[in-house]
């Protein structure tokens, strides 16, 4: 469950809709830490599910445009109580997670 996850969404939500310039990794600290980018959807995701390294990641989506107009807005929003709802799963909580197998893109299953 790496493509949807590690490459799809992050071309959309990260990657397409967000300026060139200001494309970066969300932080994958404490909570503390983390609490400022609490509910951004235009920062990258699942570093842990890429064999490269951050710096190659961000080189990979460095030439593709912004695409302004909403298209690429990630669904996940936070509701009138502060509670998140999740739609399209773009969470660095694994629990929150959107699970798309890989073999629904590529048709067979990853032996282990």
């Known amino acids: 469950m790496n493509y949807y996850n590690a490459i799809l969404q992050n071309l959309f939500f990260a990657t397409l809709n967000q300026q060139r310039k200001d494309r970066k990794f969300a932080k994958d600290e404490n909570i503390h830490t983390n609490r400022e980018e609490y509910g951004v ?21 460095k030439d593709i445009p912004f695409l302004n107009g909403g298209l690429f807005d990630c669904l996940d929003k936070i509701d009138e109580s502060g509670k998140v709802i999740y739609i399209d799963g773009f969470s660095r909580n694994p629990k929150k997670e959107a699970k798309i197998p890989d073999e629904l893109f590529f048709g067979t299953k990853k032996k282990a």
Not at 45 to 56: A, G, H, M, P
């Open 41 to 61: 959807k235009t920062l990258y995701r699942y570093k842990n599910k890429f064999l490269i390294s951050e710096k190659e990641i961000l080189e990979l989506f």
